[in-house]
């Protein structure tokens, strides 16, 4: 029995080690159309500053890894261009076919728009990093536009104010993180331009760029061009669409990472936020479930993080306004306390909590500051899964010392406040 | 309609504050014994290192702020002697009489073995840290013994090493932090003897102590006398017992913070584990039901956190002994994984899960590293709070970003291998 997985990144290769810890018996090779596979691609920012110096240090395993530890075959520079699913064989680019008796599509996403010129930059594979450290290095530019203000957008300027590059950033959509959330969007900008990034958001009047260095940042696309060709769904997001299991419509046939959608699990609808660790997630139960297993992977709250020139931004859940277009009925306060006891150094920390005035069930949160946003983020996260009420949510026995948390936790301190308004 | 409390620390101030939050009208009288009030203990550790330079940072109000901001009275140096509940009335040391319609008793702890001799200390009130540190100023001493290794203890030797100070830590229980966790004792062992403290834990045969200086941190018990004496019923754990409105055996007399007990919400009995963070919550809910609310504390699930010379220990929940002995058929599993990714300079950091094999619900955990920790605990307790299962547990949508977690963060590692178990 063969499982044949395209694509040799997070979800691909975690489909592909789940499976052969569940099964040491099944035959699995992976298919990966570039040179390069287990690549971590969110370490991409930190190469380009040079925190990360070498490019080896991103990528976590190699092809010889997988066969010698694993019993794996990893194929690199083998692009799959059709899958033919009534012969279960999908056909390469060298016109080689491989037959497969279950198929994991771990095909990713790639950028909106693509980088064309020289001077101009995407930040999605290795070789695009290594491309924009040695301009940098060789050209010094000193002035960059970068377009698109998510995540990659937020921490290539940051990556480029280390170098000491001057940034404009601009966005047509006027909210960064692509997030209806006017306070986190006026926060970060403010933060933005004390470190002396130009910003022009809601920007419609086409972009401005610059003759040096452009970095396009406008978001990425699914790569399901060669699922669809092979009669596979794709959901509502226009991602390939999977149930709890990761299977497609296809019997035998999974679905995982970039490529795939979702379900939101506050929102209850399916939903398409290509990230890393939700990649490696999807993965490994659509590995598990192709070795014969039964996992589900039930979804996702939207959690994500980013450091903008020090200053850690975080989101999960629904903003205010999100909910609003979800047919939701939010509430919402925000509060800023301190990251630890004032006499112990605390540190400014803004907690926005969302509730739904109905039904009291937390929605979401928005969470800047310097130090300890990550671990609150990840507690509203942790309430989310479970649609905790407010009411439950602000009694949470969270630890406290001096040197963790102030005696009442920011999040705690805005759930108090959130609840004045229901 | 006059609302006394007894008792100006957390938990007193706290449920005056709230109750005139919710009832401006209100007479609001706090009455406490010592000369100071709202004053934050937990920071004594580090008043007593020095990076808490003036005792003054350590209290957060005055009455004088009290009066004028809030409208509420509190007498320093007013200490209750007798409840007369038929009479609505309580008797000073004074002879004074002040009269109540609701009344709050927060009457906290105290150590279980007094400091007796100008060399001993305790860690407990205000004087307690002023007197240690101008100690440890004019007589420099050289060795010291801490005796008790729970929180205070451990913050005490961590902050006598800070001075320069030798240390030996014992105490007659084999455990630090009287949680029953061999793993967790071993590294906190380790880590202290890597900086010099001398151990002798399960040290029944008397204790060693030195000339020079003892810190006598043997833990607290209950001020539940005058309480008792007034007709109010205690609990199984010693503490006055009160039900989720905080209200005890009399109508209208509420106890919260260290003096009270609460429920453990992981094992569904009464426990008693006094931290600030505690009572500042029980204040909150008795001032809010004193002053004609209707709120509840539901309980803990046993959260804390303490720092060791730099390394972060956390607990929550039950550990597996702990399980056992609640008649819970607890199975665990511990990873050591990283704080962050590798290539970001990620720090050791290990968790241990506990989750009940019948039921797979999750039941506890202990983390210990120099980085991250506190959020990860907090993941946990929250979960702890749902009752969530292992399952859900390991599918949690967590932040990932390489400046605050790896790819899989190190407590769904945790969860995979505790899955194994299962």
Redesign the interface.
């Known amino acids: 029995l063969r499982l044949l997985v395209i694509g040799g990144t997070?979800a691909g290769l975690s489909a592909a080690a789940r499976a052969r810890r569940l099964d040491p018996a099944l035959e699995i090779v992976v298919l990966e159309k570039g040179e390069v596979v287990s690549f971590?691609a969110?370490?991409l920012p930190?190469f380009v500053e040079g925190?990360?110096r070498e490019p080896e240090?991103?990528t976590v395993y190699t092809p010889e890894y997988f066969r010698r530890e694993r019993n794996i075959t990893v194929r690199a520079g083998a692009e799959v261009v059709s899958i033919a699913h009534g012969r279960r064989e999908v056909q390469l680019r060298s016109g080689e076919r491989v037959h497969y008796d279950r198929l994991v599509i771990s095909t990713g996403a790639r950028p909106v728009e693509p980088a064309a010129r020289p001077n101009e930059f995407n930040l999605h594979t290795l070789a695009d990093g290594k491309r924009l450290r040695q301009f940098l290095t060789e050209q010094q530019p000193r002035h960059a536009t970068v377009i698109g203000a998510g995540?990659i957008g937020l921490e290539a300027a940051t990556a480029l104010r280390a170098h000491g590059v001057q940034v404009l950033l601009c966005d047509r959509n006027p909210h960064i993180l692509h997030r209806d959330d006017p306070e986190l969007t006026a926060a970060v900008c403010k933060h933005l331009e004390h470190f002396h990034v130009e910003l022009r958001l809601g920007c419609t009047d086409g972009m401005p760029d610059t003759d040096e260095l452009v970095i396009r940042a406008q978001g990425l696309r699914p790569n399901v061009e060669l699922a669809a060709d092979g009669g596979i769904e794709r959901g509502r997001t226009g991602a390939i669409r999977v149930d709890e299991r990761m299977e497609t419509n296809l019997p035998g046939v999974f679905a995982a990472g970039d490529c795939a959608e979702t379900m939101h699990?506050v929102t209850g609808r399916p939903t398409w936020i290509p990230?890393?660790?939700?990649a490696?997630?999807m993965g490994r139960v659509a590995g598990a479930n192709a070795a014969g297993a039964r996992e589900r992977?039930?979804?996702?709250?939207?959690?994500?993080?980013?450091?903008v020139c020090g200053l850690?931004v975080?989101v999960?859940g629904l903003s205010a306004a999100q909910a609003r277009a979800a047919g939701l009925q939010p509430v919402s306060a925000r509060i800023t306390s301190v990251d630890r006891?004032?006499?112990?150094f605390g540190k400014p920390i803004t907690v926005e909590l969302v509730a739904d005035r109905t039904t009291s069930r937390l929605l979401g949160a928005s969470i800047w500051g310097e130090e300890?946003?990550?671990?609150?983020?990840?507690?509203v996260?942790?309430?989310?899964?479970?649609r905790?009420r407010l009411e439950?949510f602000a009694?949470?026995?969270?630890?406290?010392?001096?040197?963790?948390?102030p005696?009442?936790?920011p999040v705690l301190v805005a759930a108090q406040q959130l609840q004045k308004s229901l």
């Open positions: 997070a971590g969110c370490g930190y925190r990360v240090q991103l995540y699990l990230l890393g660790t939700t490696n997630k992977f039930p979804g996702i709250v939207g959690t994500a993080i980013v450091s850690a975080g999960t006891p004032r006499y112990f300890g946003v990550a671990g609150r983020l990840n507690v996260a942790t309430a989310l899964h479970s905790m439950d009694g949470l026995d969270l630890c406290y010392a001096p040197p963790f948390a005696v009442w936790d």
